[in-house]
């Protein structure tokens, strides 16, 4: 039984809304691909839940890390490659691989 407030994540939607243009834009992308499921993984990362929805730009930092072996490890290799000034992991395919 879940016993806990449900977690308003209103103020985190809102900074991507307004400071994290790129991440927003990717976001509405990936969901009119994957439909709502998106929105809710967002959500689901930004309320704290592992390996839904992480990502960052300019500075800021939103959702909640991945813990699998091969998240970081994409991640970091891509990191060094590429050198991103925006990143967004969503996890639609529910496995927490990328």
Do not use: S
């Amino acid at each position: 039984m879940d016993t806990g407030a449900a977690i308003d994540v209103t103020g985190k939607l809102a900074e991507i809304k307004q400071h994290m243009p790129e991440m927003y834009q990717l976001i509405k992308e990936r969901a009119a691909k994957d439909g709502n499921l998106v929105f809710e993984l967002v959500r689901r990362g930004l309320r704290g839940e592992k390996n839904c929805f992480y990502g960052w730009e300019g500075g800021r930092v939103v959702g909640t890390r991945f813990d699998t072996e091969d998240a970081d490890y994409h991640l970091a290799l891509g990191m060094i490659q590429f050198g991103p000034a925006v990143v967004c992991l969503i996890n639609v395919m529910g496995t927490g691989r990328i």
